[in-house]
Antibody, heavy 120, light 107 residues
Framework: QMQLQESGPGLVKPSETLSLTCTVSGGSISSSSYYWGWIRQPPGKGLEWIGNIYYSGSTYYNPSLKSRVTISVDTSKNQFSLKLSSVTVADTAVYYC????????????WGQGTLVTVSS | DIQMTQSPSTLSASVGDRVTITCRASQSISSWLAWYQQKPGKAPKLLIYTASTLESGVPSRFSGSGSGTEFTLTISSLQPDDFATYYCQHYNTYSRTFGQGTKVEIK
């Protein structure tokens, strides 16, 4: 059974870098059939796509966040990671990792989400 | 950038009602559209992809239609488990864009 699990600090100071890791179990992150990505949701608000990565390392980012985002993949650990630099309180959100199908689309498996608060 | 606009933002309905949610794209997106259901404190759940294909395990009372710029999600007979927030999402190789969400409330 495919499972995704986010991990990382729940509190980050303004101007610092937010770092999260998503561990994939029940399947290989090296499959050519899927993208792996990050989506966030500020408290009480809607969903915002952050970016995706393919097992080969190709990345695709939300233009509004592109200057601050880096997504990377570690196939040896079956993990992928998110780094968001120069955070502000506006980056406070639940961060989800998710899998999407290359051919048909749609994020079909999601992590449970992790709340990251930006505060001094 | 493509914008996705859902309507209504909130919908009040009763068990057994037929419910329709609309999603409009700012330009043609062919059929590259998905629908999700989200309950409080939970991750979104994929319901429909490519505008009208039901994800495995999703009840048949859910259906999607449309192409180009206008899409609909229909729940044929609303069940107690269906009270939630629904999001449409445009996707392609390079990006994803979500609608703002539609909350389905108990009337």
């Amino acid at each position: 059974q495919m499972q995704l699990q986010e991990s990382g600090p729940g509190l980050v100071k303004p101007s610092e870098t937010l770092s999260l890791t998503c561990t994939v179990s029940g399947g290989s992150i090296s499959s050519s059939s899927y993208y792996w990505g990050w989506i966030r949701q500020p408290p009480g608000k809607g969903l915002e796509w952050i970016g995706n990565i393919y097992y080969s390392g190709s990345t695709y980012y939300n233009p509004s966040l592109k200057s601050r985002v880096t997504i990377s993949v570690d196939t040896s650990k079956n993990q992928f990671s998110l780094k968001l630099s120069s955070v502000t309180v506006a980056d406070t959100a639940v961060y989800y990792c998710a899998r999407s199908v290359v051919v048909t689309g749609g994020e079909d498996y999601w992590g449970q989400g992790t709340l990251v608060t930006v505060s001094s | 950038d493509i914008q996705m606009t859902q309507s209504p933002s909130t919908l009040s309905a009763s068990v057994g009602d037929r419910v329709t949610i609309t999603c409009r794209a700012s330009q043609s997106i062919s059929s590259w559209l998905a629908w999700y259901q989200q309950k409080p404190g939970k991750a979104p759940k994929l319901l429909i992809y490519t505008a009208s294909t039901l994800e495995s395990g999703v009840p048949s009372r859910f259906s999607g239609s449309g192409s180009g710029t206008e899409f609909t999600l229909t729940i044929s007979s609303l069940q107690p488990d269906d009270f939630a927030t629904y999001y449409c999402q445009h996707y392609n190789t390079y990006s994803r864009t979500f609608g703002q969400g539609t909350k389905v409330e108990i009337k």
